[in-house]
Every structure is written in structure tokens, then in C-alpha cells.
């Protein structure tokens, strides 16, 4: 994962997976995939917490689960974009004044596939490393996900 700096409020962050572009892309909008790694280690997304409405102004919300607390984290967004399998976006409204993230999935040609993540408007407390540590165990979870499709 390479994280690149922007502007204070923005975030972009690549990453390569073992997969074709199709697998990511559906990977990550679907919901009987995402309840497989979305979320930080020691958090779980159960299904019934996932609606996906994969078409623009269509709705993108999960809640993730602490595991040791139960405590619960919603996300709740719209697609703005929903170009299968090269883009998708969506925006938060309710995180720090509509938070976008855009992500950008490129056939690498060798049966790996790039995915960009970029991000605007983003909080604070979401551009902690905390918070970065914890989005890429997200990833890491994607990883052994798609190794076992």
C-alpha cells in the first residue's frame, strides 16, 4: 500500500491485489463479499448490516461491529458514480461535510489488479495513524478474501 499526500483534507492510498478487476470490483460492492473484510481486525460488518444499491444515488451503508464491545459504527453514503468494473464513488454526508471517496480499479493485464483510493474532505480523526493502520488490516482482510475465491 502507498499512501500519498494531498491536501490536508485528502487521502489517496494504492494498493495491488491478486486478482482480476471484475473479482475486486464485485468484491467490494456486494454485500455477501464485504461482510468477508470490510472493516478494521477486530471489527466484523455482518450482512444484514450491508445495503448496496449499485447504481448512482443509489445506497453504499455498512455497519461494522466491534468485536470485543459490540459497539457499532455505521457508514452511510451514496454512490455517485458506479461504473462497473473500472470506478465507483460515494459520498458521506454526515462526515465532516460530505466526505467523497473515489476508487479507481485498473487491470494491471497480469491477473493483479490496482486499486486507487482517493479520497476529499476527509476528518481529522479518520487521517490519524490509527485510523490509517486500521483501514489498511482492511485491506490485508480483502487480501486473504480474494485468495480464497
Same mark, same amino acid.
Given at each position: 500500500?502507498?499512501?500519498?499526500?494531498?491536501?490536508?483534507?485528502?487521502?489517496?492510498?494504492?494498493?495491488?491485489?491478486?486478482?482480476?478487476?471484475?473479482?475486486?470490483?464485485?468484491?467490494?460492492?456486494?454485500?455477501?463479499?464485504?461482510?468477508?473484510?470490510?472493516?478494521?481486525?477486530?471489527?466484523?460488518?455482518?450482512?444484514?448490516?450491508?445495503?448496496?444499491?449499485? %447504481?448512482?444515488?443509489?445506497?453504499?451503508?455498512?455497519?461494522?461491529?466491534?468485536?470485543?464491545?459490540?459497539?457499532?459504527?455505521?457508514? %452511510?453514503?451514496?454512490?455517485?458514480?458506479?461504473?462497473?468494473?473500472?470506478?465507483?464513488?460515494?459520498?458521506?454526508?454526515?462526515?465532516?461535510?460530505?466526505? $467523497?471517496?473515489?476508487?479507481?480499479?485498473?487491470?494491471?493485464?497480469?491477473?493483479?489488479?490496482?486499486?486507487?483510493?482517493?479520497?476529499?474532505?476527509?476528518?481529522?480523526?479518520? $487521517?490519524?495513524?490509527?485510523?490509517?493502520a486500521g483501514l489498511e488490516t482492511s485491506f490485508v482482510k480483502l487480501d486473504a478474501y480474494l485468495a480464497t475465491l
Amino acid at each position: 500500500m502507498s499512501d500519498t499526500p494531498n491536501k490536508p483534507d485528502e487521502l489517496t492510498i494504492t494498493r495491488i491485489f491478486e486478482a482480476q478487476r471484475e473479482v475486486v470490483f464485485e468484491c467490494m460492492t456486494t454485500p455477501s463479499h464485504l461482510t468477508h473484510f470490510w472493516g478494521p481486525i477486530g471489527m466484523s460488518t455482518p450482512l444484514e448490516g450491508i445495503t448496496i444499491d449499485r %447504481r448512482p444515488g443509489g445506497r453504499f451503508e455498512t455497519v461494522m461491529v466491534n468485536d470485543e464491545t459490540g459497539e457499532k459504527y455505521p457508514v %452511510r453514503g451514496a454512490f455517485v458514480e458506479f461504473n462497473p468494473p473500472l470506478a465507483f464513488s460515494f459520498t458521506e454526508a454526515g462526515v465532516n461535510g460530505a466526505m $467523497m471517496t473515489a476508487i479507481v480499479f485498473n487491470d494491471l493485464g497480469d491477473g493483479r489488479t490496482e486499486v486507487v483510493t482517493h479520497q476529499t474532505n476527509v476528518p481529522p480523526m479518520l $487521517m490519524s495513524p490509527e485510523a490509517q493502520a486500521g483501514l489498511e488490516t482492511s485491506f490485508v482482510k480483502l487480501d486473504a478474501y480474494l485468495a480464497t475465491l
